[in-house]
């Protein structure tokens, strides 16, 4: 048991490493059964009901002997059924199960043992979930002799960190999939977005973003992973802006970009341990929007109506604000006066509970997504 207690904490370091790396379970198999002088040791996702296996990972197993096992002699399986009613996290070993004499006589141990130069085997089953169970076996040569109290003792004493790890890497995948989601969506935004801190690093971008520093349109590009740009002026000016958002001076600051006429709404955010959250916070967490009246913010007109009362005329004009334009450029394009524009965003900002242009910009951009129309 000395061995057995001295590799444990080794390999328990190694089994938590396939919480973010999955393809490296036949490393950990290789290790574990090499601890129970073993050459042969598998992972398996089965059904607890039907003779179904769902997922395999072995090491040691001859493939075509892994592969009749799954299709074909799993149904036959002595150990199945026990393992699968058993207490989780309980190990049994083959000789607990059946006799050494029946089972040199069965067509399991003739079809997938025997070939594969095993006789003894212990395993548990560490998972259920959702009428799925999983396994994890080793198995060795008769000659070796069964397994022992011991060995089963400590492989007992790994079943709650595979169980752990397992629900870990579920919880991983589940947070991978959310944050591709989110990728997805910032992604079809028609205007960049950056999430920065006060010293301008850049910490994710969605692809217009991408797209805008890799072919310098707007005079922007990034450095040494940092926002930067192309005149000392403008970068003067970035950098000060920043500044007064992360000095709490601000809570929202518009930039205009000379050389094409779009800019730069940038507004405070924060992350807490209640999840993501906007609003004033000693924090440097920023978001930064490109917007550019080239490209248009196609703002959904009917959701838009629904939340804020917006009429046909107000929804023109907001939809030209979200685009980066000021409202004398909006009254301009829109041929109506400034003096009408000016009351129009004076009756959108009273609608939508604001009491200033920029926090406008920024209650519109954070939820611009949810207003694009549902056929962009």
């Given at each position: ?110 079809t997938v043992f025997r070939p594969n130069g095993n006789f003894y085997a212990m395993g548990t089953q560490f998972e259920r979930d959702g009428g799925r169970g999983m396994h994890i076996g080793v198995h060795r040569p008769r ?163 629904t939340l804020y009362k917006l009429t046909p005329a107000e929804y023109r004009l907001t939809c030209l604000l979200v685009g980066g334009l000021d409202v004398s450029e909006a009254s301009a394009l829109l041929q109506i006066s ?32 949810m207003l694009r129309r549902p056929d962009e």
């Amino acid at each position: 048991m000395k061995d057995l207690a001295s590799a444990a904490p080794t390999l328990l370091n190694d089994l938590y490493e396939r919480t973010t790396d999955q393809t490296g379970w036949p490393v950990f198999l290789g290790k574990l059964a090499a601890l129970f002088h073993s050459d042969t040791a598998a992972l398996r996702v089965t059904d607890l009901r039907d003779p179904v296996v769902y997922h395999s990972c072995t090491i040691g197993f001859h493939q075509h002997i892994n592969q009749r096992y799954e299709t074909e002699s799993v149904v036959i399986d002595p150990f199945r059924d026990p393992i699968s009613t058993s207490p989780l996290g309980k190990v049994l070993d083959s000789t607990s199960i059946i006799k050494d004499r029946d089972f040199e006589r069965s067509e399991h141990y003739q079809t997938v043992f025997r070939p594969n130069g095993n006789f003894y085997a212990m395993g548990t089953q560490f998972e259920r979930d959702g009428g799925r169970g999983m396994h994890i076996g080793v198995h060795r040569p008769r000659h070796l002799g069964g397994f022992s109290p011991n060995e089963i003792n400590a492989l007992e004493m790994f079943s709650p960190h595979l169980r752990r790890v397992t629900q870990l890497s579920r919880l991983m995948a589940d947070l991978n999939q959310a944050l591709a989601q989110a990728n997805q969506a910032l992604d079809q935004l028609p205007f960049g977005v950056w999430h920065i801190d006060g010293s301008l690093r850049v910490q994710w971008t969605n692809a217009a973003a991408e797209e805008a520093l890799s072919t310098h349109t707007y005079g922007l590009d990034l450095r040494a992973g940092r926002l930067r740009a192309e005149t000392t002026t403008l970068f003067e000016a970035l950098r000060a802006t920043a500044h007064k958002l992360t000095e709490n001076q601000s809570l929202t600051e518009t930039l205009k970009l000379d050389k094409t006429g779009a800019c730069l709404v940038i507004t405070q955010c924060r992350t807490s341990g209640t999840g993501f959250h906007v609003g004033r916070d000693q924090g440097s967490s920023l978001l930064c929007f490109l917007l550019d009246s080239t490209r248009p913010a196609n703002l959904d007109q009917k959701h838009l109506s629904t939340l804020y009362k917006l009429t046909p005329a107000e929804y023109r004009l907001t939809c030209l604000l979200v685009g980066g334009l000021d409202v004398s450029e909006a009254s301009a394009l829109l041929q109506i006066s400034p003096h009408t524009g000016r009351t129009q965003l004076k009756s959108i900002m009273h609608k939508a509970g604001v009491s200033r242009q920029s926090a406008l910009h920024r209650k519109l951009l954070l939820c611009s997504d949810m207003l694009r129309r549902p056929d962009e």
